[in-house]
Nanobody, 126 residues
Framework: QVQLVESGGGSVQSGGSLRLSCAAS????????MGWFRQAPGKEREGVAA???????SYTDSVKGRFTISQDNAKNTLYLQMNNLKPEDTAMYYC????????????????????WGQGTQVTVSL
């Protein structure tokens, strides 16, 4: 069974940085996609960034130029480097993986039918 465990969240002031990690186990698919989603209280879950097995990446407009998604060479750890954090970035951040994957905005993205971690909280203060 695929297990995804996020870490690296915390509280930071506006303009600060955090790096989220997602340790994946039991993930043996050669055709894969992984990504980060976030959900703030009272809001729908939002796709933040995605990366697929071809190394293609995609970002939601609000984080472009500030966030970077990457993986290690073993393809078992996903990262999200978050710079210049803003209060509107405050949310629970979730790691997700597929298949299934759907292609849009230049990369394959995980879907709700895939695998999800437990989440890590990111809080950005003014």
């Amino acid at each position: 069974q695929v297990q995804l465990v996020e870490s690296g969240g915390g509280s930071v002031q506006s303009g600060g940085s955090l790096r989220l990690s997602c340790a994946a186990s039991g993930y043996t698919y050669s055709n894969y996609c992984m990504g980060w989603f976030r959900q703030a209280p009272g809001k729908e879950r939002e796709g933040v960034a995605a990366i697929d097995n071809s190394g293609r990446t995609s970002y939601t407009d609000s984080v472009k130029g500030r966030f970077t998604i990457s993986q290690d060479n073993a393809k078992n750890t996903l990262y999200l480097q978050m710079n210049n954090l803003k209060p509107e970035d405050t949310a629970m951040y979730y790691c997700a993986a597929g298949p299934p994957c759907v292609y849009y905005s230049g990369a394959h993205h995980p879907t709700d039918s895939g695998y999800w971690g437990q989440g890590t909280q990111v809080t950005v203060s003014l």
